[in-house]
């Protein structure tokens, strides 16, 4: 699928190996990729396209630049439209839709890549995507205390559903930034890792994502999402109708697979290896080509003759 080109968002696709991999990078580095409302009008038609682009099988978000992203746009998201309902609504509603609602229910799995500065609204986005990577030196932050607000949107949370009750009350009322080792440390960011090595290890996250099933990620994501906030009883429930959900869309099934790969063929163990996709997808294949091939029965001349007679 072809991809737009857009003014304040970047699509890339990796090529060769790393094929399937797919960035999307806020684009406004003079800004630190404060988010306008132009910008969110396109990350959300952005995310639109993607999520239905076969070549994407994995999403990075990041910024272009030293930064993340800064948090909205002051001048352009608040100020220009404080006067203009219409247009601050449009501008709300593109905000809130990408960063959480088409984020947070992207079909594939998304890798958050924290390059430099990361604050404020940034954080809805930060929290939506799957996993994230910092590098040691990005700079975190909820400046909104300190010039007399509470964090926009749902930022607050955001923070309340990643972090501990602790740090999220911590950050958010103190407003003390912090780089990507407390990041990790407080559980917002998965790793952080140095600055010189950040995009090979996200490359190499992703490409360990690759190897696994699209169905599976898909289905396990969603129901880690959904049972955080259910009974055990309402879990068990949700997971038992997810799982047949699960194996009944899978174009390549995946349980029965894997049985045959390590009880008959031996050629990998389920809690120390990874089943062959490929091999799984060409068998699957094959076998649905093989039940649509309709059985052509010919009868000789003198057989047919003999049954009319």
Same mark, same amino acid.
């Given at each position: 699928?072809?991809?737009?080109?857009?003014? @304040?968002?970047?699509?890339?696709?990796?090529?060769?190996?790393?094929?399937g991999i797919t960035w999307l990078i806020?684009?406004?580095?003079?800004?630190?990729?404060?988010?306008?409302?132009?910008?969110?009008?396109?990350?959300?038609?952005? +995310?639109?396209?993607?999520? &239905?682009?076969?070549?994407?099988?994995? +999403?990075?978000?990041?910024?272009?630049?030293?930064?993340? $992203?800064?948090?909205?746009?002051?001048?352009?998201?608040?100020?220009?439209?404080?006067?203009?309902?219409?247009?601050? @609504?449009?501008?709300?509603?593109?905000?809130?839709?990408?960063?959480?609602?088409?984020?947070?229910?992207?079909?594939?799995?998304?890798?958050?890549?924290?390059?430099?500065?990361?604050? *404020?609204?940034?954080?809805?986005?930060?929290?939506?995507?799957?996993?994230?990577?910092?590098?040691?030196?990005?700079?975190?932050?909820? $400046?909104?205390?300190?010039?007399?607000?509470?964090? #926009?949107?749902?930022?607050?949370? @955001?923070?309340?559903?990643?972090?501990?009750?602790?740090?999220? +009350?911590?950050?958010?009322?103190? *407003?003390?930034?912090?780089? #990507?080792?407390?990041?990790?440390?407080?559980?917002?960011?998965?790793?952080?890792?140095?600055?010189?090595?950040?995009?090979?290890?996200?490359?190499?996250?992703?490409?360990?994502?690759?190897?696994?099933?699209?169905?599976?990620?898909?289905?396990?994501?969603?129901?880690?999402?959904?049972?955080?906030?259910? $009974?055990?009883? &309402?879990?068990?429930?949700?997971?038992?109708?997810? @799982?047949?959900?699960?194996?009944?869309?899978?174009?390549?099934?995946?349980?029965?697979?894997?049985?045959?790969?390590?009880?008959?063929?031996?050629?990998?163990?389920?809690?120390? *290896?990874?089943?062959?996709?490929?091999?799984?997808?060409?068998?699957?294949?094959?076998?649905?080509?093989?039940?649509?091939?309709?059985?052509?029965?010919?009868?000789?001349?003198?057989?047919?003759?003999?049954?009319? #007679?």
């Open positions: 699928m072809a991809t737009k080109d857009f003014k @304040n968002v970047i699509i890339e696709k990796e090529k060769g190996a790393n094929k806020l684009n406004r580095p003079e800004k630190r990729n404060a988010m306008s409302p132009e910008l969110h009008f396109e990350m959300s038609e952005a +995310l639109d396209i993607l999520a &239905e682009d076969d070549d994407t099988k994995i +999403l990075i978000l990041t910024g272009a630049g030293k930064a993340f $992203s800064a948090g909205q746009d002051l001048a352009l998201y608040f100020r220009a439209n404080q006067n203009d309902e219409k247009n601050r @609504n449009r501008a709300q509603k593109a905000s809130h839709a990408w960063r959480w609602t088409k984020l947070v229910n992207f079909p594939k799995p998304t890798i958050a890549m924290v390059n430099g500065y990361c604050f *404020g609204g940034a954080f809805t986005q930060l929290c939506a995507c799957d996993f994230a990577i910092a590098s040691n030196t990005a700079t975190f932050g909820l $400046s909104e205390v300190n010039w007399g607000i509470i964090p #926009g949107g749902i930022v607050s949370w @955001n923070v309340a559903d990643v972090l501990s009750y602790r740090d999220a +009350l911590y950050y958010a009322v103190t *407003g003390d930034p912090f780089d #990507g080792k407390m990041a990790e440390k407080i559980r917002l960011v998965n790793y952080a890792v140095p600055a010189a090595k950040l995009k090979s290890e996200t490359l190499k996250l992703a490409k360990k994502l690759l190897t696994k099933s699209p169905n599976a990620m898909r289905y396990t994501k969603e129901a880690i999402r959904a049972v955080r906030k259910m $009974s055990v009883n &309402e879990a068990d429930d949700y997971l038992t109708v997810k @799982n047949q959900a699960c194996k009944m869309t899978d174009k390549i099934p995946g349980r029965d697979e894997g049985m045959r790969q390590f009880l008959d063929e031996k050629s990998y163990r389920p809690g120390l *290896g990874q089943l062959d996709l490929k091999k799984a997808a060409q068998r699957s294949k094959a076998a649905a080509a093989s039940a649509s091939t309709p059985t052509v029965r010919i009868r000789s001349k003198k057989k047919a003759a003999a049954k009319k #007679g």
